[in-house]
Structure formats: C-alpha cells, structure tokens
Nanobody, 116 residues
Framework: QVQLVESGGGLMQAGGSLRLSCTVS?????????MGWYRQAPGKQRELVAS??????VDYADSVKGRFTISRDNTRKADLQMDSLKPEDTAVYYC??????????WGQGTQVTVSS
C-alpha cells in the first residue's frame, strides 16, 4: 500500500511564496518514477503544474514557468516552491506519484489560496 502525504498549503497574498511538500510512504518495494503536482480550481479540470522524473527531467505548465520550482530530495519526496503567487494560482493542489510499473497514486490535496 502506497500513501502520499502532502503539506504546506495555506493562504498567501499575491506576490508571496509557499512551499508544498509530498512524501511517499508505504510499500518499500514500489519504485517511484515520476512525481508531480497537479491543481484543480473550482469549476475547472485538474491540470498538471509540474513534474519531475527519477532521472531529473522536469516539466512545467506554461502558466507557472519562471515562478514555480519542483525539486526532489530523494526518490520518495518532492517539493514545489511557489514564488510570485497570483490569485489565479488558487486551487487545491494534489501530489501524484507514478510507479515504475505504471501504477498512479494521489495525495488527498492541499488548499492554496492567493488573495489579491
């Protein structure tokens, strides 16, 4: 059984910063390949924010390039540094982990609210 534990959401003024963390726990036999952060705003579809593979390849949504940075301390922990936050970044942020064999796991979500 694999669980994802997220932390770090909250309320911030526009222009401020927040840092989200995601840690994978559970089965030590599950090898994690890609970790990523998605977000879902009210009335909108869930979208990819950033992802990082085990080889270090990173991808960002165009809307966050230059403002957000994803990093990975080890194979089971990934952080999302969010700088220069905008009101449109307000959403529930979900951590995702994809195992080498293809299984996908999701965190419970953490709310990020950016006030103008």
């Amino acid at each position: 059984q694999v669980q994802l534990v997220e932390s770090g959401g909250g309320l911030m003024q526009a222009g401020g910063s927040l840092r989200l963390s995601c840690t994978v726990s559970g089965s030590i036999f599950t090898v994690i390949n890609v970790m990523g952060w998605y977000r879902q705003a009210p009335g909108k579809q869930r979208e990819l924010v950033a992802s990082i593979s085990s080889s270090g390849r990173v991808d960002y949504a165009d809307s966050v390039k230059g403002r957000f940075t994803i990093s990975r301390d080890n194979t089971r922990k990934a952080d999302l540094q969010m700088d220069s936050l905008k009101p449109e970044d307000t959403a529930v942020y979900y951590c995702n982990a994809v195992a080498l064999r293809g299984a996908s796991y999701w965190g419970q979500g953490t709310q990020v609210t950016v006030s103008s």
